[in-house]
């Protein structure tokens, strides 16, 4: 990755000691540089997803912009510097994720761990390389500036606090863009729900 790079981490919180035992822990023992963004939601002081994230991206100032939930536990010391690197060498346009699902099949994606315990489970199939999918899931993903720039979160479509990543995979496909899953080592401390 180029030295010159920023990476800005963004997430958006409701609770503060999962953020801080869990992200922000882990975030602490990376070996690269990043500047983090932490949007307080406790009070509701944003109406989506959507617009917390385009907040926190107007504000950073990182070249690469990943997102995050407040509950992700980055297990390697370089995971941070990886993840980027990937990002960096990828295209304008290309959106990244550690979790997807591929259509017609709907077969899904991943190498992490998820669950109340620490590697408690493993989501989905294992891969050592990107792997192209149609959409990934917003537990921990991320894009270029330039990318987030042309794409941006679709506050009017996606005006709650689910599916706005896959708004923006399909957006940047529709486009002739790439969404990739990279296999990374970390843990998501929830299942997800769906409703």
């Known amino acids: 990755m180029d ?5 800005s981490v963004i997430c ?13 822990a882990s975030l602490k023992s990376q070996n690269v540089d ?31 912009l990943i997102f995050s939930h407040q509950d992700i536990f980055l297990k390697r010391i370089d995971e941070l510097d990886r ?15 550690t979790q997807g699902v591929k259509e017609p099949k ?19 199939d294992y891969n050592e390389k990107l792997y192209e999918v149609s959409c990934v899931d917003e537990g921990f ?8 720039d042309m794409l941006k979160f679709n506050e009017k479509l996606c005006d709650n606090w689910h599916l706005y990543t896959v708004e923006m995979c399909l957006h940047t496909r529709k486009k002739g863009n790439k969404v990739y899953v990279y296999p990374s080592q ?10």
């Not at 030295?3 to 990476?7: G, S, V």
């Not at 970390?186 to 409703?195: A, D, P, Q, R, V």
Request: glycine share 8%.
């Open 34 to 64: 990043y500047e983090l963004i932490v949007l307080d939601n406790s009070n509701h002081k944003f109406n989506s997803a959507s617009q917390a994230l385009n907040y926190g991206s107007r504000i950073s100032k990182g070249d690469i």
């Open 12 to 24: 958006v919180y409701n609770n503060v000691n999962q953020l801080n035992e869990q992200l922000i």
């Open 3 to 7: 030295k010159d790079r920023k990476i």
């Open 141 to 148: 993903f991320g894009m270029k500036r330039k990318t987030w």
């Open 186 to 195: 970390l843990h998501h401390f929830s299942m997800g729900t769906i409703s």
């Open 83 to 97: 993840f980027a690197k990937t990002i960096d060498n990828c295209c304008v346009g290309t959106i990244i994720g």
């Open 106 to 124: 709907k077969k899904y994606y991943s190498n992490i761990t998820a669950g109340i315990k620490f590697d408690s489970r493993i989501i989905g």
